[in-house]
């Protein structure tokens, strides 16, 4: 079994949508990225490319590379997955943690558990996404941005066969 730490962060942008964990969630900003700039799935892919040795989201899709100007973070993710795969590693469980005074997380978690969990082919319950606040305090309590940590735990496979496909393509059917 290894663990991998992840972090992301983005300021708001006007004109943009919000998309967190592969969820758009009603708000009036969204966030600043080269990339659909959904900070739970960097955090999260982060996470994973950490706890197999593969380096960080940078280097697998630099942000400066047009192919990933507003790419679908989630598709990023469903890579994530498949390099882990292709090491026979799976998924045991994610814990997300999203810092931000607005939006509240709450009412948007289930759905984002959801949403990564047939991305990475594990269950809802394996996957954890909770919203803290910042108390008022930093940059975060000033309502400039969002951050995000996240950890993951993965372990060997003998044979990837006991590895649930699920869509990990993003969850496109």
Avoid: C
């Avoid at 009036?28 to 739970?40: F, I, M, N, P, Q």
């Avoid at 941005?145 to 990990?168: C, F, M, N, P, Y």
Wanted: proline share 4%; glycine share 14%.
């Amino acid at each position: 079994m290894r663990i991998g730490h992840g972090y992301d962060s983005h300021r708001f942008a006007e004109g943009r949508r919000l998309i967190l964990g592969g969820i758009e969630i009603p708000a009036e900003r969204g966030l600043d990225g080269h990339s659909d700039a959904d900070a739970v799935a960097h955090a999260v892919t982060d996470a994973l490319l950490g706890a197999a040795g593969l380096g960080d989201i940078g280097r697998h899709f630099p942000p400066g590379d047009p192919q990933w100007k507003d790419a679908d973070s989630i598709k990023l993710l469903a890579h994530a997955v498949h390099l882990l795969e292709a090491r026979n590693h799976q998924v045991v469980n994610v814990d997300v943690t999203v810092v931000a005074e607005a939006p509240r997380i709450g009412p948007h978690a289930r759905a984002m558990q959801e949403r990564l969990a047939v991305v990475m082919g594990i269950s809802p319950e394996h996957v954890s996404v909770k919203g803290k606040s910042n108390e008022g305090m930093g940059w975060v309590g000033r309502g400039e941005g969002i951050a995000v940590w996240a950890v993951a735990l993965i372990d060997s496979v003998e044979d990837l066969s006991v590895v649930t496909k699920g869509h990990r393509d993003g969850g496109a059917s």
